[in-house]
């Protein structure tokens, strides 16, 4: 909890904000295969506090991997683009797969369900059985 008007960047040290651009940047480079920055082993303490701040702030998103038992975070940027990928790849009404899915964004299927349940979720994509297929009412938010 916090105050409306609290900004919790005016309290970090210089380091601290260097490391939190370095972070992001990492997501950001890492597209749709991003780093694994939230696993215990792979970060500090202090990572993994910036990394949920990047989330906090909306500027990265944490998706569980079930299967996996993961938790992997993406930058926001690069969900955008990975649904302006598969609009462009799989225009509505066009249905696609998983596979078909992972082969147009360039993933592993370790990121790509979460990614697509995502979608899902978010009313982005709508899944039928072992197909999917993007949205029309996302299609149209684009263009607007």
């Known amino acids: 909890m916090a105050l409306a008007g609290h900004d919790p960047l005016t309290a970090m040290s210089g380091e601290a904000l260097a490391r939190l651009a370095d972070i992001e940047a990492a997501l950001r480079d890492g597209g749709v295969t991003p780093p694994g920055l939230a696993a215990p082993s792979d970060a500090s303490?202090?990572?993994?506090?910036?990394?949920?701040?990047?989330?906090?702030s909306?500027?990265?998103?944490?998706?569980?991997?079930?299967?996996?038992?993961?938790?992997?975070?993406?930058?926001?940027?690069?969900?955008e683009a990975a649904i302006a990928a598969l609009r462009a790849a799989f225009p509505p009404p066009r249905v696609f797969t998983t596979g078909e899915a992972r082969e147009a964004l360039g993933a592993t299927r370790k990121f790509?369900?979460?990614?697509?349940?995502?979608?899902?979720?978010?009313?982005?994509?709508?899944?039928?059985?072992?197909v999917r297929q993007v949205t029309?009412?996302?299609?149209?938010?684009?263009a607007n």
Do not use: C, K, Y
């Open 45 to 56: 303490a202090e990572d993994a506090d910036l990394v949920g701040l990047l989330v906090w």
């Open 136 to 142: 029309e009412s996302s299609a149209a938010a684009e």
């Open 58 to 79: 909306g500027r990265a998103v944490s998706l569980r991997n079930v299967g996996l038992r993961q938790t992997l975070v993406f930058h926001a940027e690069a969900l």
């Open 112 to 130: 790509i369900v979460p990614v697509l349940e995502h979608f899902d979720a978010a009313g982005l994509t709508m899944r039928h059985g072992d």
